[in-house]
């Protein structure tokens, strides 16, 4: 399968613990996005990284929100010391960063915090 | 800021028939870019459609053509023969060119239920 690959897929953690999530994008792609979703919402965006710079982060993106794509390719989104309202799905996107070009979906991590 | 508006947020089709989606979205800008994705349930999120304001014909894909009104705004989705297949949300989206912020901005999404 040459799609965006996510994982977990879902993730239960308890409330104060720490989560990572992985995303691999497929792989002539230099453009990386997270986004955030909850039930019955459209996908809110969080970041995005063209190679391994990180060009934009949302106010959405507190400072227990960290994202990373240290060799450009994967990236790690993590979320410390987690709140029943960090409870989403986490999906990952990414394109050949060509203007206005089609963004390509991975099928999302979901996290409960409890 | 821009900003995308689904004003529908359930709809219903009965097989065959056809249906048209609302969008309607607000910017300053007057080069984007508009998208509708679908996201079926449990399934990852997959492209319909495409738009680029500075083309005034509007896009088809196969059943799916779009009516792009740039003065007013909006950009609505039709659905030709609707399909089982087609039950699905459905999104509206949003982004700058090159040189603005290059991020999708997504409306809350139609939940489209398509019956046989």
């Known amino acids: 399968d040459t799609g965006v690959s996510q994982n977990p897929r879902h993730k239960i953690t308890k409330r104060g613990q720490n989560v990572t999530f992985r995303c691999d994008p497929i792989?002539?792609?230099?453009?990386l996005y997270w986004y955030r979703q909850t039930l019955g919402q459209g996908p809110e965006f969080l970041t995005y990284f063209q190679n391994e710079a990180q060009l934009e982060k949302s106010r959405l993106l507190s400072d227990r929100f960290s994202a990373e794509r240290p060799k450009g390719s994967f990236s790690t989104l993590e979320i410390q010391r987690t709140e029943q309202g960090d409870s989403a799905m986490y999906l990952c996107?990414?394109?050949?960063?060509?203007?206005?070009?089609?963004?390509?979906f991975g099928e999302g991590s979901r996290l409960t915090v409890l | 800021a821009q900003t995308v508006t689904q004003s529908q947020p359930e709809m219903s089709v009965q097989e065959a028939e056809t249906v048209t989606l609302s969008c309607t979205y607000d910017?300053?800008?007057?080069?984007?870019?508009l998208f509708w994705y679908k996201q079926p349930p449990s399934r990852q999120m997959i492209l319909v459609i495409r738009?680029?304001?500075?083309?005034?014909q509007n896009a088809t894909e196969n059943r799916f053509s779009v009516n792009f009104q740039k003065a007013a705004k909006s950009f609505s989705l039709k659905i030709s023969d609707s399909q089982l297949g087609d039950t699905a949300m459905y999104f509206c989206a949003f982004m700058l060119p090159q040189g603005g912020s290059e991020k999708l901005v997504f409306g809350k999404g139609t939940k489209l239920t398509v019956n046989p």
């Open positions: 996107a990414s394109s050949f960063g060509l203007a206005g070009g089609e963004l390509f």
């Open positions: 910017t300053s800008e007057s080069n984007y870019y």
């Open positions: 792989s002539e792609h230099n453009r």
């Open positions: 738009q680029e304001a500075y083309k005034q």
